[in-house]
């Protein structure tokens, strides 16, 4: 299972940005938004500050024992009990070649070379802890990788999970959501989206489709990507000639150990609210 880079432009279309940038910079009614989306952002960085302590135990467990050791495959699998959303966790060498993989559907990928991979080279170039952007794994599914240096004392390797972004920020978000009026969706700054409460929307470029190419929207989402934060007022795609309705957006910006995410609140604001 890895990964092979992917220009961002996959799925189907967004529908939470519109055509038309009409007034920017307005605050939320109220203060329900942006204590929504500080509770978003705080626990996506939660969730992947968690994964990251967990690998950190497991390099820990291989530093003292060996990359081959039945120690450290066990610290994996207890890994994976403590966030079964993974898909797979990986131990790979300091010369790029896989030394153990869980589940044991993965234990083919033993001894395969990886030094193809642009997210290899850099974990081993580097040899922190890092974050990847969304990759095509060789089993079909878009995933993210956190990798995790192993030391002994001199550099080993590193432990790199792979998962699919919204099984993690979806565990966030749901909750945060469910009987709100709110949408919540989460931008790579390539401009892919990662999430979205709007699943249909997942994995569509808004900055490369056809179909969001009016001056309006490319505003709307160069600012989203361009700006760590900001709000902006835009009027809805499909919207009738009354144009009695339009979505008020707010974002910030999760993510660590290299990875930037743009998360984005939105929801429908009449305006008779709006006066």
């Keep these: 299972m890895r990964i092979h880079v992917i220009s961002a432009a996959l799925l189907i279309a967004i529908a939470v940005l519109g055509a038309g ?6 605050p939320f009614p109220g203060g329900d938004h942006e204590s929504v989306l500080r509770d978003a952002v705080s626990g996506i960085n ?8 967990s690998i950190a135990e497991d390099a ?8 081959t050791s039945t120690a450290g495959k066990e610290a994996l699998r207890q890994t994976l009990l403590r966030h079964p959303w993974m898909e797979s966790i990986l131990v790979i060498s300091r010369d790029g070649v896989v030394v153990a993989a869980v589940p044991e559907d993965y ?8 030094t193809y991979q642009v997210q290899t080279q850099r974990a081993v170039r580097e040899q922190v802890p890092l974050m990847n952007e969304v990759f095509l ?3 079909g599914f878009y995933g993210i990788t956190q990798s995790y240096p192993i030391f002994g004392p001199e550099y080993l390797g590193y432990v790199s999970p792979a998962y699919q972004p919204d099984a993690l920020i979806g565990r966030v978000i749901v909750p945060l959501t469910n009987g709100t009026p709110y949408d919540i969706w989460v ?10 409460t709007t699943p249909g929307e997942i994995g569509h470029n808004p900055l490369s489709d056809p179909d969001y190419r009016s001056p309006e929207h490319q ?9 760590p934060s900001g709000s902006v007022e835009y009027a809805p795609r499909d919207q009738g000639r009354e144009q009695n309705v339009t979505k008020e957006a707010r974002w910030d910006t999760a993510g660590i150990d290299g990875i930037e995410w743009r998360v984005v609140i939105a929801r429908d604001i009449d305006v008779v609210e709006r006066r």
Excluded: H, P
């Excluded at 234990?107 to 990886?114: F, H, I, S, T, W």
């Design 21 to 26: 940038c009409t007034e920017e910079n307005q």
């Design 46 to 53: 939660n969730e992947m500050e968690s994964v990251k302590a």
């Design 137 to 139: 794994t060789e089993e």
């Design 107 to 114: 234990a083919d990928l033993v001894g395969r070379n990886l």
């Design 60 to 67: 820990r467990v291989f530093e003292e024992t060996g990359l």
């Design 187 to 196: 931008t790579q700054t390539d401009g892919m989206v990662i999430y979205s």
């Design 219 to 227: 505003e709307v989402f160069s600012r989203i990507v361009a700006e």
